[in-house]
Antibody, heavy 119, light 110 residues
Framework: QVQLQESGPGLVKPSETLSLTCSVS????????WSWIRQPPGKGLEWIGC???????KYNPSLRSRVTISVDTSKNQFSLKLNSVTAADTAVYHC?????????????WGQGTLVTVSS | QSVLTQPPSVSAAPGQKVTISCSGS????????VSWYQQLPGTAPKLLIY???KRPSGIPDRFSGSKSGTSATLGITGLQTGDEADYYC???????????FGGGTKLTVL
């Protein structure tokens, strides 16, 4: 059973960069697409982007100018960087695995980590 | 404003059946597979339905999915109090080249 765990600072100042890492255990990061999804408090899900183990990426066009997703196969981890954050970026950030290609469904999810943007 | 449209809430009595709709367009639901997720309070979303109508291992057959044109539907029969949760539809949008979700539907089992 694949397990995903998000880690990173829970508080980020406005205009700074949000950085999170997702550690994958009990399964290899290779041969799958991996994604970041966020959920503002009390609101719905928003797809941020995804990455293949080889490094191919897809990003939400509304966030593309500020987002970078990277993968480290040697550590079985992938990461999210979101720069120039504002209060609107406050959310629970989930990492998830895609069942197949980038347009498929998310079969394993991390529990999520709350990131608050505030000075 | 979500790309996919879901009703904000639905409700039904225990043992009854409920359906949740998800409406989109030809660039998303119309030409891509739909998935459904259940999010119990304080937990991560859980995959309920993928590829429009398939259930992952361990998901009871009380949950079903269907798609017609640019709309999809999640059905839940034999409602239980434990089914109270938020339900989200999701798919790929070929025009946006992005994953998209519905705004979510809160199910109340009265």
């Amino acid at each position: 059973q694949v397990q995903l765990q998000e880690s990173g600072p829970g508080l980020v100042k406005p205009s700074e960069t949000l950085s999170l890492t997702c550690s994958v255990s009990d399964g290899s990061i290779t041969s799958y697409y991996w994604s970041w999804i966020r959920q503002p408090p009390g609101k719905g899900l928003e797809w941020i982007g995804c990455i293949f183990y080889s490094g191919d990426t897809k990003y939400n066009p509304s966030l593309r100018s500020r987002v970078t997703i990277s993968v480290d196969t040697s550590k079985n981890q992938f990461s999210l960087k979101l720069n120039s954050v504002t209060a609107a970026d406050t959310a629970v950030y989930h990492c998830a695995r895609l069942r197949g290609y980038y347009d498929s469904s998310f079969d394993y999810w991390g529990q999520g980590t709350l990131v608050t943007v505030s000075s | 404003q979500s790309v996919l449209t879901q009703p904000p809430s639905v409700s039904a009595a225990p043992g009854q059946k409920v359906t949740i709709s998800c409406s989109g367009s030809s660039s998303n639901i119309g030409n891509n597979y739909v998935s459904w997720y259940q999010q119990l309070p304080g937990t991560a979303p859980k995959l309920l339905i993928y590829d429009n109508h398939k259930r992952p291992s361990g998901i009871p057959d009380r949950f079903s999915g269907s798609k017609s044109g640019t709309s999809a539907t999640l059905g839940i029969t034999g409602l239980q109090t434990g089914d109270e949760a938020d339900y989200y539809c999701g798919t790929w949008d070929s025009s946006l080249s992005s994953g998209v979700f519905g705004g979510g539907t809160k199910l109340t089992v009265l």
